[in-house]
């Protein structure tokens, strides 16, 4: 070989050599290139993590924890040195860690994204998480947390909104049914406006076509106290007023009125309404009755309660039993005068054995009745004064002379007898 072959061979060697050295150099650069681009995909993924509300564990198939993402410390349960490398079931309450166990056991085995929510106790307050469990391999799986506090108090407070409607939406419908079939003429209408509601009561009551919505009470209503208290809005209860129908003839009406109330103030004014007219003309009459047979009572009672018996000629007794009041002792004058008039008594016997007290006024009318005896030409003698009775006579400074007193009616009749013969 020639010195000229052997520097053509450095030469292509030379090259070669280069050439190789390039290769290395953009290998280098690309394997660089790649690897920063992982590192700021790596970092993309962790900012976007911290970023995010939401919780990434990673965790191995018995539910060992091996790493995890959160955008603070502040939302985990328990800090990262106590869980990492343990059990999640061995770090919850037994009630949730069983709950969140089974639900990674059974994502695992059907490859199929698992769904769980519950509860744990964050402080002084209770939190509410939903979690989704993703197997990556036979191996792993990422369980995804995010708090859903916010959600569940507003799916509550929803929830719990619509058993209030629905409550009210029942009784709405009860009030309904008691109302249409109530014996009594209902109405309700918006606080001085439109009527609303009228039961087939009221629109019978008054005449309303059943066309209408409903019936305003208010035009109905005859000038008077109930009248000016229904106008202007006030509450009544139970006030008797009257009312005209349609055809212009007048009842006398039982109402009730008061308002309905909401959040800002009164909305709606309701009434109930009975018609009394027969009642009231049978209570009339009732009282009217009552009154004759009571007064003809009293008068049957005012004769039997002071008797005048005849004893013998120009003699007669009248027995008085019970208390004796003003009402009874005016009475005893009465029948006193009218029997030494019509009989030409000369000896009246006022027996009180069967009298336990009398009242100051009615000893005060025994002795008057005693000196009206006398102007008469007759003579009382008074008989059975019990000790009360002489007591109450004794304290009045009751006036007893010219009465002759004796113990028994037995001695006086003894007494009149020989008086007259």
Known sequence: MTDVDAIRELRNEN???????ARLEEERDEARRALDAQRNDATTVDALFRALPDLLFRMEKDGTIIDYRARSDDDLYVSADVFLGKRMADLLPPDVGAYLERVCREALATGKVGHAEYSLLMGPSTEWYEARVVPLDAEQLVMLVRQTT????????????SRELEESLRSVRLFRALADHAPSAIAVSRTGGQPMYANDACRALFGSGSGEAGV?????VVDGPVAEAVRRGH??????????????????????????????????????IADVTATLAAEEERRALAEKVIAAQNE???ALSTPLVPIARHVVAVPLIGSVNAERAERLLEVLLDGVAQRSASVVLLDVTGVPDVDP??????????????????ELVLTGVGREVARTLIEIGADLRGIVTLGSLEQGIAYAIRKTH
């Open 15 to 21: 090259e070669a050599l280069r050439q190789r050295v």
């Open 150 to 161: 916010e959600q569940h108090e507003n799916r509550e407070a929803l929830q719990r909104r």
């Open 216 to 220: 305003d009470v208010t035009a109905y």
């Open 235 to 272: 509450e009544v209860r139970g006030a008797i007023g009257a009312f005209r129908r349609t055809d212009g003839s007048v009842f006398q009406g039982h109402l009730t009125a008061f308002a309905l109330h909401e959040d800002d103030g009164p909305s709606h004014e309701a009434f109930i």
């Open 300 to 302: 049957a009672l005012r």
């Open 361 to 378: 006024d009615a000893a005060d009318a025994m002795t008057r009745a005693a000196r009206a005896v006398g102007l008469l030409g007759a």
